[in-house]
């Protein structure tokens, strides 16, 4: 239900409209079956690492406990991207959604406190981005709203959040069965559109349609932060992400093949592309319950990244690489509440400046590189410690150069994220060339920051540092 919860939300509910509009069109459903393969074998993946390592913290405990420190930083920081920034796009959705929903109940919500103060503007097709004075403080609230849950605890909010799960499952249910009546297939056609330069449609815009909708499927590693709080880890966790990725890329082809028969895919360019296909049915009862579904379910999204991204920050922390605000415990509800705020805070400020096409961006590039880490530490482990118990291992088979141990599942997900990553990388530098540098601008602080940090707090301050200086005073 972690799983199913975190991931179910922006993908659906926001990103597959993007997507289509500006990159894919029908064609949108191919971008699912490319951006689910990379999963798959990312999931296979985690699989094999939760069942031989049980322990919270994710990818980044995966990579300290097998390659070490650096490494361990290096993703640590990525997921920051992956799940932190992440919310700033689910709460980008839930803000659109909120917004319409409140204008149908004849409470018009001014556009200076629910827009972003940088905004994508498409020029052909170029991409620019404009800034103005707004900022989108519906969005900021659910994050605010959402933390303070967060410190409430953890397993009064897993009640509410399974129960979250089948509500919004139930009604992106209602919304197929009756959007199958009014479907136009002509909106279908044609499958793949007239390519227009760059990755405008076409093949090139199926894999960067790929590239954004790879934000989708950040929830399903969530359930690898929660190894801590499972009654049987080595079967459960990777039972969870396996199970939980089948069940939303499902999810997510059937809704998305109905949304772009119901209304043109060139008019769902928008934060809330449900909504505007439920109001083209004219089925006002429907269209109230997909807005208050989707205004709690990415809800429950934002729950799952946050407490994710949380649990993250706390097991940097216990290793000395964060500051010790971040595993300081509530003494009463027993979680990382000044951690917390500070996350809270912080991804405020992202979704209330940020639009969702730059942040789409920036996380998929960061899960794509995270992605790829994991696929790769399954390669390191099993070469370093071949004979360590697994409840859980890849399947397909490998083969071996020079006595190295080479998977193909971990290789596929490795050549799979490189093509998610790809489109991203080359859009920025397209967008440079054409004097819009905000994209890589922001990347680029992005990694400096997690360098300078690294650099000057975590090397000094970690758990290595403090045992290599134990070892140091005990020899003199």
């Given at each position: 239900m972690l799983?199913?919860?975190?991931?179910?939300?922006?993908?659906?509910?926001?990103m597959t409209g993007t997507a289509?509009?500006?990159?894919?069109?029908?064609?949108?459903?191919?971008?699912?079956?490319?951006?689910?393969?990379?999963?798959?074998?990312?999931?296979?993946?985690?699989?094999?690492?939760?069942?031989?390592?049980?322990?919270?913290?994710s990818a980044y405990t995966y990579a300290y406990v097998s390659m070490g420190e650096g490494w361990a930083w290096a993703v640590g920081w990525l997921l920051l991207l992956e799940y932190g920034i992440s919310c700033a796009g689910v709460a980008?959705?839930?803000?659109?959604?909120?917004?319409?929903f409140l204008q149908d109940c004849g409470v018009p919500v001014p556009h200076a406190v629910s827009t972003t103060t940088f905004q994508v503007m498409f020029?052909?097709?170029?991409?620019?981005?404009?800034?103005?004075?707004?900022?989108?403080a519906v969005g900021a609230f659910s994050?605010?709203?959402?933390?303070?849950?967060?410190?409430?605890?953890?397993?009064?909010?897993?009640?509410?959040?399974?129960?979250?799960?089948?509500?919004?499952?139930?009604?992106?249910?209602?919304?197929?069965?009756?959007?199958?009546?009014?479907?136009?297939?002509?909106?279908?056609?044609?499958?793949?559109?007239?390519?227009?330069?760059?990755?405008?449609?076409?093949?090139?815009g199926i894999f960067r349609a790929a590239s954004i909708i790879f934000f989708a499927y950040v929830g399903f590693e969530a359930v690898s932060t929660a190894s801590s709080e499972a009654k049987n880890p080595r079967r459960d966790i990777p039972l969870g992400i396996v199970v939980s990725l089948v069940i939303c890329t499902v999810v997510y082809m059937i809704v998305a093949a109905v949304l772009i028969g119901v209304v043109p895919w060139q008019t769902l360019d928008?934060?809330?592309?449900?909504?505007?296909a439920v109001n083209a049915m004219h089925q006002p009862w429907l269209a109230v319950c997909v807005k208050i579904g989707a205004i709690i379910g990415l809800c429950s999204v934002l729950f799952g990244l946050l407490y994710a991204?949380?649990?993250?920050?706390?097991?940097?922390a216990e290793d000395g690489l964060m500051m010790p605000i971040f595993s300081k415990l509530h003494p009463q509800y027993k979680t990382p509440w000044v951690g917390t705020i500070v996350l809270g805070i912080t991804v405020a400020l992202a979704t209330a400046t940020l639009p969702i096409d730059i942040i789409g961006d920036l996380v998929s590039l960061g899960t794509a590189t995270a992605f790829g880490i994991v696929c790769f530490t399954v390669i390191w482990v099993r070469n370093a410690s071949p004979n360590s118990p697994r409840a859980f291992s890849v399947p397909g088979g490998a083969f071996y150069i020079k006595g190295v141990w080479?998977?193909?599942?971990?290789?596929?997900?490795?050549?799979?994220?490189?093509?998610?990553?790809?489109?991203?990388?080359?859009?920025?530098?397209?967008?440079?060339?054409?004097?819009?540098?905000?994209?890589?601008?922001?990347?680029?602080?992005?990694?400096?920051?997690?360098?300078?940090?690294?650099?000057?707090?975590?090397?000094?301050?970690?758990?290595?540092?403090?045992?290599?200086?134990?070892?140091?005073?005990?020899?003199?």
């Amino acid at each position: 239900m972690l799983g199913v919860g975190s991931t179910i939300g922006a993908g659906i509910y926001v990103m597959t409209g993007t997507a289509a509009a500006n990159y894919a069109g029908p064609s949108i459903l191919l971008s699912f079956i490319i951006a689910g393969l990379a999963c798959l074998f990312t999931a296979l993946s985690y699989g094999e690492l939760a069942s031989a390592m049980p322990v919270s913290g994710s990818a980044y405990t995966y990579a300290y406990v097998s390659m070490g420190e650096g490494w361990a930083w290096a993703v640590g920081w990525l997921l920051l991207l992956e799940y932190g920034i992440s919310c700033a796009g689910v709460a980008a959705g839930f803000s659109g959604y909120a917004v319409s929903f409140l204008q149908d109940c004849g409470v018009p919500v001014p556009h200076a406190v629910s827009t972003t103060t940088f905004q994508v503007m498409f020029q052909g097709a170029a991409r620019h981005v404009h800034t103005g004075w707004q900022i989108d403080a519906v969005g900021a609230f659910s994050i605010l709203v959402v933390t303070i849950l967060l410190i409430f605890g953890v397993k009064e909010s897993l009640r509410i959040n399974t129960a979250i799960v089948f509500l919004k499952v139930g009604v992106l249910v209602i919304f197929v069965v009756l959007g199958v009546w009014v479907i136009h297939p002509a909106y279908w056609t044609p499958f793949i559109p007239h390519y227009e330069g760059g990755f405008r449609y076409g093949l090139p815009g199926i894999f960067r349609a790929a590239s954004i909708i790879f934000f989708a499927y950040v929830g399903f590693e969530a359930v690898s932060t929660a190894s801590s709080e499972a009654k049987n880890p080595r079967r459960d966790i990777p039972l969870g992400i396996v199970v939980s990725l089948v069940i939303c890329t499902v999810v997510y082809m059937i809704v998305a093949a109905v949304l772009i028969g119901v209304v043109p895919w060139q008019t769902l360019d928008v934060a809330d592309p449900l909504a505007v296909a439920v109001n083209a049915m004219h089925q006002p009862w429907l269209a109230v319950c997909v807005k208050i579904g989707a205004i709690i379910g990415l809800c429950s999204v934002l729950f799952g990244l946050l407490y994710a991204q949380s649990r993250i920050f706390f097991a940097m922390a216990e290793d000395g690489l964060m500051m010790p605000i971040f595993s300081k415990l509530h003494p009463q509800y027993k979680t990382p509440w000044v951690g917390t705020i500070v996350l809270g805070i912080t991804v405020a400020l992202a979704t209330a400046t940020l639009p969702i096409d730059i942040i789409g961006d920036l996380v998929s590039l960061g899960t794509a590189t995270a992605f790829g880490i994991v696929c790769f530490t399954v390669i390191w482990v099993r070469n370093a410690s071949p004979n360590s118990p697994r409840a859980f291992s890849v399947p397909g088979g490998a083969f071996y150069i020079k006595g190295v141990w080479l998977g193909y599942v971990p290789l596929l997900g490795i050549f799979f994220c490189f093509i998610m990553a790809a489109p991203l990388f080359i859009d920025m530098a397209l967008a440079c060339l054409a004097g819009d540098p905000v994209p890589a601008v922001l990347l680029i602080t992005y990694g400096v920051c997690g360098w300078a940090c690294y650099r000057f707090y975590g090397k000094q301050h970690s758990r290595l540092a403090r045992e290599h200086a134990a070892q140091q005073g005990g020899t003199e």
